[in-house]
Structure formats: C-alpha cells, structure tokens
C-alpha cells in the first residue's frame, strides 16, 4: 500500500538513508512530516538545503563551519599552544560538551585504514603539520577512538609530531566512569592498570 | 560547540521534532545530511515539499492519497462489501502488508477520546455512514487499536451501525503468534480464554 502513495514511499526512502534509520523507522518519519504544518515541512526543507550550502570546512582546523574560519579558531580566548587531534566533527562536539579543553581542535577526516583505502595521503595531516610549524604550539593531544585504526593513526602521528620537538600525548584508557569492573573487557583493564595512578 | 554551527544545529532541531527522535539523534541524523551530496540533499529536502503538497485526503475513504480518489477505493478487484474503519493510514499500512484483506477501508482519523478534546464529531464517522448508505455494504469491521479509547470508539460504532442493518465486526482479541503465555497480561489472556474456537 505504501507504494501507492509514491511521495510518502518515496520520503521514507530519504529518511532511509541516513545513517541508523531502518525501513519502519523511515515510514514512521515520513509520517510525521505529514503531521506538520506546510511551514513547518518547508522550514525542515530549507534546513537541509541551508546545512549542506552554509557549512564548510574551516580551513584552520578542517572542523565545520559556517564562517569563514570557524568560531574555536578564531576564539582568543583558546589556548594556542595545545591542538587536540580528532577523527571527525563529532569528537570536536563530544569534547566541547565537556567543557574542560579548552585548546584548539585539528579534524583529521578519518583515520588511517588500508582496508578501506584510507591512506595517510588522504587524512588531513599535512595541514596539521602546517600548524605545527607555528612554533607557539607546545602540545598535541591524540584524540582518535580507541579503535585499530584509531591506534595506528596515534601511532603515525607521534612519530611525525615528536621529532619536530612537540609535546605528543594519549587521551587514557580506564574504566569508564560509572561502569563496572565485571563488565569491562580484559583490555580495557588491562590499559587501566597499566595507566594506574596515585591516589 | 553545536551551537557555533548554526545551520548544523537548526536542522538537528528540525530532525528533533519528528516523532520518537531525540536530541543526541538529531544530531546524529544532522550530520549524515552532511554526508550526502548536494544533489542527494537536495532530493531529500524536495521529497519533504512533495510529501506535503501532493498527498491529502482520499474524499471517500479519508486515507491519504496522491490521487484524486485513492487506489485501494478505485481498485475495482476489491469487495466492496466490506469496510474496514481504521483509526490512521499507518493502520491501513499495516493492513495492507498482510495481503489478507480485500475489501475496502475507512479511516476515522483518529479515536473518540473525551480528555483530549476528541468528540465523534471531530472524527470522519458521519462520512463513515454516508458510505453505509450504499447497499452494497454488508460487513464493517471495526479495526480501532485495542485500547480504551479504541474500545469505546468500537462500541460507538456497533450501535450507530447495527440498527441500520450491517454486520458489525471486531478483529480477534488473544495471544500474539509466537508470544508467550507466561509474559502475556492478564487481560489478553482473559480474552484469547474467553474467544477460543474449536480446533
């Protein structure tokens, strides 16, 4: 039945193709767009034109933007010797949330896979280095997950970064904060031993 | 953070006010829009428009249609004695998919529901009767959610219907196939003992 009524399948459709959406999902959106007022669908319409047009990549630290250089790097409040490598905007979002850091932020565009064809070549880490020629930067934090490939690019970044002379550190592995000891998997109390600290 | 990215975060809004999506999937839906290509956002954010302005109401079974009359009511392989009255057109979706059903349907656009400001009139029964009018109607079947105000709808129904000479129906109340026993509630179980059949 649904495809008879062409616009509504083909809505779901769309809504089908963003990331974590399945096919009940999809029909379930799509129907709430038909709840809305026409002003308020032709309002989401223009968002999503507005966010792929307006945003950018900031050509200072690769994080989006819709400025011509984004607010962090323009922020002369942030601290400009520390830069806080991450895999992608999310992490920027995930960091910024804590409140804490308060340096400036360089997103890679992924990590280094040759799985999936994924090559040093094709991060932006030669921009990075850039950056680092700037002598007032002290510090990189690596702040790719925690995943394979996240290591790997940690560990082809260090060995970039410290002979130049900067300080190149790890976020930590540990418990996470409220979790349990009986569910953490053995690497991960493994590295949270391993990075055990004075009380 | 988000907030610096003013179009990224106006469109998580957007996505934030579908149903059942909350903030952190808003987000996340935001930037798989940035992971589209232009051509593909610009799709989606015509599929939005579409949806709203080509589909509205089939003026005989009041399920939504592109059409000027909806396929399932000018489907002529279709019995037209029987009417299946719905509460939505995700019902009829549901319907539908079992590929059971022939007849025709009619959606009430919602259920009787005094404390929300839901009275019979509001609903699309008097269209409901206008179609009874045709002798060719001999069965309705009430398919309203099983809920109170499903409940009561159904029974306002029945009495509005019976008089005039129609069989009025209800679907089967009972256990869900491949439920189990030990997990139902004690009202479905009381209704699966009360409707058994001979096997």
């Known amino acids: 039945m649904a495809d008879f009524i062409e616009p509504l399948s083909k809505l779901a459709e769309q809504f089908g193709r963003l990331s974590g959406i399945g096919r009940k999902t999809a029909m379930r959106l799509a129907f709430s767009v038909l709840d809305m007022s026409n002003d308020e669908a032709a309002d989401f319409a223009q968002a999503i034109l507005d966010a792929k047009t307006k945003i950018h990549l900031c050509p200072v630290c690769q994080n989006l933007t819709d400025k011509d250089i984004c607010d962090i790097c323009t922020d002369n409040s942030r601290d400009r010797s520390i830069i806080c490598v991450v ?96 569910y953490a998997d053995a690497v991960t109390l493994y590295r949270a031993l391993e990075g055990r600290r004075d009380v």
Not at 155 to 162: E, G, N
């Open 87 to 182: 895999e992608d905007a999310k992490a920027v979002l995930a960091l910024e949330n804590v409140r804490e850091f308060n340096g400036l932020y360089h997103v890679l565009g992924g990590v280094i896979s040759p799985m999936n064809g994924v090559t040093p070549e094709k991060l932006r880490i030669k921009e990075l280095l850039a950056r680092c020629e700037d002598s007032s930067v002290k510090e990189i934090i690596i702040a790719t997950n925690p995943t394979v490939e996240g290591e790997a690019t940690a560990m082809y970044l260090s060995r970039l970064l410290k002979p130049i002379g900067i300080i190149v550190t790890r976020l930590a592995y540990g418990i996470p904060v409220g979790g349990d000891l009986e």
